[in-house]
Protein backbone atom coordinates (compact mmCIF):
# COMPACT_ATOMS: atom_id res chain seq x y z
CA UNK A 1 0.00 0.00 0.00
CA UNK A 2 1.40 3.55 -0.56
CA UNK A 3 2.04 5.68 1.54
CA UNK A 4 2.94 9.39 1.76
CA UNK A 5 4.75 11.26 4.52
CA UNK A 6 5.49 14.75 5.12
CA UNK A 7 7.51 16.04 7.64
CA UNK A 8 7.41 18.78 9.57
CA UNK A 9 3.85 18.94 9.96
CA UNK A 10 4.04 22.49 10.22
CA UNK A 11 6.85 25.10 9.67
CA UNK A 12 7.49 28.83 10.55
CA UNK A 13 10.10 30.86 8.98
CA UNK A 14 10.61 35.09 8.05
CA UNK A 15 10.15 36.29 4.87
CA UNK A 16 12.70 36.16 2.68
CA UNK A 17 13.98 32.60 3.13
CA UNK A 18 14.21 30.54 0.62
CA UNK A 19 12.65 26.93 2.27
CA UNK A 20 12.24 23.16 1.23
CA UNK A 21 9.32 20.77 1.76
CA UNK A 22 9.86 17.62 1.75
CA UNK A 23 7.57 14.57 0.56
CA UNK A 24 8.30 11.08 0.58
CA UNK A 25 6.55 7.87 -0.61
CA UNK A 26 6.85 3.96 0.13
CA UNK A 27 6.66 2.69 -3.74
CA UNK A 28 8.39 3.87 -6.34
CA UNK A 29 5.96 2.76 -9.05
CA UNK A 30 4.17 5.99 -9.67
CA UNK A 31 2.88 7.92 -12.99
CA UNK A 32 3.64 11.83 -11.42
CA UNK A 33 3.89 13.02 -8.14
CA UNK A 34 1.37 16.55 -7.84
CA UNK A 35 2.30 19.17 -5.11
CA UNK A 36 -1.17 21.18 -4.50
CA UNK A 37 -1.83 24.31 -1.87
CA UNK A 38 -4.64 24.99 0.02
CA UNK A 39 -5.36 27.89 2.12
CA UNK A 40 -7.98 28.09 5.50
CA UNK A 41 -11.31 26.56 4.20
CA UNK A 42 -10.44 26.18 0.62
CA UNK A 43 -10.10 23.67 -2.14
CA UNK A 44 -7.05 22.48 -3.32
CA UNK A 45 -4.67 24.61 -5.74
CA UNK A 46 -2.01 22.53 -7.96
CA UNK A 47 1.06 23.69 -8.27
CA UNK A 48 3.69 21.29 -9.81
CA UNK A 49 3.04 18.30 -11.54
CA UNK A 50 6.04 16.08 -12.25
CA UNK A 51 6.03 12.81 -14.52
CA UNK A 52 7.72 9.82 -13.24
CA UNK A 53 10.09 10.20 -16.16
CA UNK A 54 10.84 14.00 -14.78
CA UNK A 55 13.71 14.93 -12.41
CA UNK A 56 11.83 18.39 -11.72
CA UNK A 57 9.05 21.34 -12.51
CA UNK A 58 9.57 25.02 -12.33
CA UNK A 59 6.76 27.69 -11.86
CA UNK A 60 7.41 31.15 -10.88
CA UNK A 61 9.38 30.71 -7.35
CA UNK A 62 8.41 27.51 -7.00
CA UNK A 63 10.46 24.60 -7.56
CA UNK A 64 9.89 20.65 -7.39
CA UNK A 65 12.09 17.85 -7.39
CA UNK A 66 11.64 14.21 -7.91
CA UNK A 67 14.10 11.11 -7.34
CA UNK A 68 11.57 8.37 -8.02
CA UNK A 69 13.93 5.78 -6.94
CA UNK A 70 14.53 6.81 -3.40
CA UNK A 71 10.79 7.87 -3.09
CA UNK A 72 11.35 11.44 -2.64
CA UNK A 73 10.07 14.68 -3.55
CA UNK A 74 10.84 18.50 -2.44
CA UNK A 75 9.23 21.33 -3.42
CA UNK A 76 11.59 24.39 -2.52
CA UNK A 77 10.05 27.87 -2.48
CA UNK A 78 12.83 31.36 -3.39
CA UNK A 79 12.37 34.45 -1.62
CA UNK A 80 9.47 33.27 0.82
CA UNK A 81 6.46 35.97 1.63
CA UNK A 82 3.88 36.39 3.78
CA UNK A 83 1.27 35.37 1.19
CA UNK A 84 3.00 31.89 0.53
CA UNK A 85 0.99 30.76 4.42
CA UNK A 86 -0.70 27.90 3.45
CA UNK A 87 -1.07 24.37 4.06
CA UNK A 88 0.99 22.25 0.90
CA UNK A 89 0.31 18.81 0.23
CA UNK A 90 2.25 15.92 -2.23
CA UNK A 91 0.14 13.35 -3.65
CA UNK A 92 1.35 10.69 -5.84
CA UNK A 93 -0.36 9.10 -8.57
CA UNK A 94 -0.56 5.34 -9.01
CA UNK A 95 -2.81 2.29 -9.90
CA UNK A 96 -5.16 1.61 -13.61
CA UNK A 97 -7.46 3.64 -11.46
CA UNK A 98 -5.03 7.00 -11.29
CA UNK A 99 -5.75 7.22 -7.81
CA UNK A 100 -3.85 10.04 -5.61
CA UNK A 101 -2.70 8.86 -2.06
CA UNK A 102 -2.18 12.40 -0.38
CA UNK A 103 0.12 13.40 2.95
CA UNK A 104 -1.25 14.68 5.68
CA UNK A 105 0.17 18.48 4.07
CA UNK A 106 3.17 20.86 5.85
CA UNK A 107 1.05 23.79 7.35
CA UNK A 108 3.72 27.03 6.54
CA UNK A 109 3.14 30.47 8.27
CA UNK A 110 5.57 32.68 6.94
CA UNK A 111 6.89 35.65 9.16
CA UNK A 112 6.36 39.25 7.97
CA UNK B 1 -13.76 28.23 -17.28
CA UNK B 2 -16.11 27.51 -14.33
CA UNK B 3 -13.50 24.05 -13.49
CA UNK B 4 -15.11 21.70 -10.46
CA UNK B 5 -18.21 23.05 -9.18
CA UNK B 6 -19.26 21.49 -5.88
CA UNK B 7 -22.62 22.57 -4.41
CA UNK B 8 -23.48 23.20 -1.48
CA UNK B 9 -20.82 24.55 0.25
CA UNK B 10 -21.68 24.14 3.75
CA UNK B 11 -24.27 21.81 5.03
CA UNK B 12 -26.07 20.42 8.37
CA UNK B 13 -27.88 17.42 8.20
CA UNK B 14 -29.60 15.69 11.32
CA UNK B 15 -28.26 11.62 11.60
CA UNK B 16 -30.78 9.35 9.35
CA UNK B 17 -30.99 12.01 6.70
CA UNK B 18 -29.84 11.47 3.16
CA UNK B 19 -28.95 14.27 0.38
CA UNK B 20 -26.88 14.43 -2.61
CA UNK B 21 -23.51 16.44 -2.86
CA UNK B 22 -23.35 17.84 -6.12
CA UNK B 23 -19.90 17.92 -8.39
CA UNK B 24 -19.88 19.27 -12.05
CA UNK B 25 -16.92 19.87 -14.29
CA UNK B 26 -16.67 21.43 -17.70
CA UNK B 27 -13.23 20.36 -18.88
CA UNK B 28 -14.60 17.10 -20.42
CA UNK B 29 -12.26 15.02 -18.07
CA UNK B 30 -12.61 11.07 -17.94
CA UNK B 31 -11.51 10.65 -14.21
CA UNK B 32 -14.18 12.03 -11.24
CA UNK B 33 -13.37 11.16 -7.96
CA UNK B 34 -14.64 12.18 -4.01
CA UNK B 35 -12.06 12.77 -1.13
CA UNK B 36 -12.83 13.44 2.74
CA UNK B 37 -10.33 15.49 4.66
CA UNK B 38 -10.74 14.76 8.46
CA UNK B 39 -7.92 16.43 10.68
CA UNK B 40 -4.87 14.17 11.03
CA UNK B 41 -6.23 11.61 8.71
CA UNK B 42 -5.41 13.72 5.19
CA UNK B 43 -7.57 12.28 2.34
CA UNK B 44 -9.01 9.45 1.56
CA UNK B 45 -10.64 8.35 -1.31
CA UNK B 46 -14.31 7.35 -1.29
CA UNK B 47 -15.33 6.79 -4.37
CA UNK B 48 -14.12 7.56 -8.01
CA UNK B 49 -15.24 6.92 -11.86
CA UNK B 50 -12.80 6.41 -14.71
CA UNK B 51 -15.65 7.34 -17.21
CA UNK B 52 -19.94 7.61 -17.95
CA UNK B 53 -21.35 4.07 -16.28
CA UNK B 54 -18.08 3.04 -14.58
CA UNK B 55 -17.86 4.22 -10.94
CA UNK B 56 -15.67 2.20 -8.47
CA UNK B 57 -14.54 2.43 -5.04
CA UNK B 58 -11.99 3.99 -3.09
CA UNK B 59 -10.82 3.53 0.11
CA UNK B 60 -13.62 4.42 2.61
CA UNK B 61 -16.76 4.10 0.52
CA UNK B 62 -19.44 2.83 3.17
CA UNK B 63 -22.50 4.74 3.38
CA UNK B 64 -21.89 6.61 0.06
CA UNK B 65 -23.21 5.80 -2.88
CA UNK B 66 -22.43 7.53 -6.86
CA UNK B 67 -23.47 7.23 -10.40
CA UNK B 68 -21.98 8.96 -13.77
CA UNK B 69 -24.46 8.97 -15.95
CA UNK B 70 -22.78 12.03 -17.72
CA UNK B 71 -19.20 12.97 -18.50
CA UNK B 72 -19.93 16.57 -16.62
CA UNK B 73 -21.29 14.87 -13.56
CA UNK B 74 -20.34 12.72 -10.26
CA UNK B 75 -22.47 13.09 -7.11
CA UNK B 76 -22.19 12.00 -3.80
CA UNK B 77 -25.12 10.33 -2.01
CA UNK B 78 -25.40 9.88 1.86
CA UNK B 79 -27.75 7.47 2.06
CA UNK B 80 -28.57 7.73 6.14
CA UNK B 81 -26.32 10.15 7.61
CA UNK B 82 -24.14 9.45 10.64
CA UNK B 83 -21.75 11.54 12.77
CA UNK B 84 -18.93 9.98 11.55
CA UNK B 85 -19.36 11.29 8.27
CA UNK B 86 -18.94 14.86 9.39
CA UNK B 87 -16.34 16.21 7.13
CA UNK B 88 -15.02 18.19 4.13
CA UNK B 89 -15.36 16.62 0.82
CA UNK B 90 -13.72 17.32 -2.19
CA UNK B 91 -14.15 16.24 -6.29
CA UNK B 92 -11.94 16.24 -8.13
CA UNK B 93 -11.62 15.48 -11.83
CA UNK B 94 -8.39 15.03 -14.76
CA UNK B 95 -7.80 13.45 -17.86
CA UNK B 96 -7.07 10.17 -17.13
CA UNK B 97 -3.68 9.15 -16.07
CA UNK B 98 -0.60 10.88 -15.62
CA UNK B 99 -2.38 14.33 -15.79
CA UNK B 100 -3.20 17.30 -13.13
CA UNK B 101 -6.20 16.63 -10.61
CA UNK B 102 -7.92 19.72 -10.40
CA UNK B 103 -10.40 20.13 -6.81
CA UNK B 104 -13.56 22.13 -6.33
CA UNK B 105 -13.89 24.33 -3.62
CA UNK B 106 -15.49 22.06 -1.35
CA UNK B 107 -18.66 21.18 0.98
CA UNK B 108 -18.42 21.41 4.74
CA UNK B 109 -20.50 18.98 6.06
CA UNK B 110 -21.22 18.32 9.81
CA UNK B 111 -24.21 15.71 11.01
CA UNK B 112 -25.57 16.23 14.13
Known sequence: KQEVTQIPAALSVPEGENLVLNCSFTDSAIYNLQWFRQDPGKGLTSLLLIQSSQREQTSGRLNASLDKSSGRSTLYIAASQPGDSATYLCAVQTGANSKLTFGKGITLSVRP | ?112
Open chain 2, 1 to 112: NAGVTQTPKFQVLKTGQSMTLQCAQDMNHEYMSWYRQDPGMGLRLIHYSVGAGITDQGEVPNGYNVSRSTTEDFPLRLLSAAPSQTSVYFCASSRLRNTEAFFGQGTRLTVV
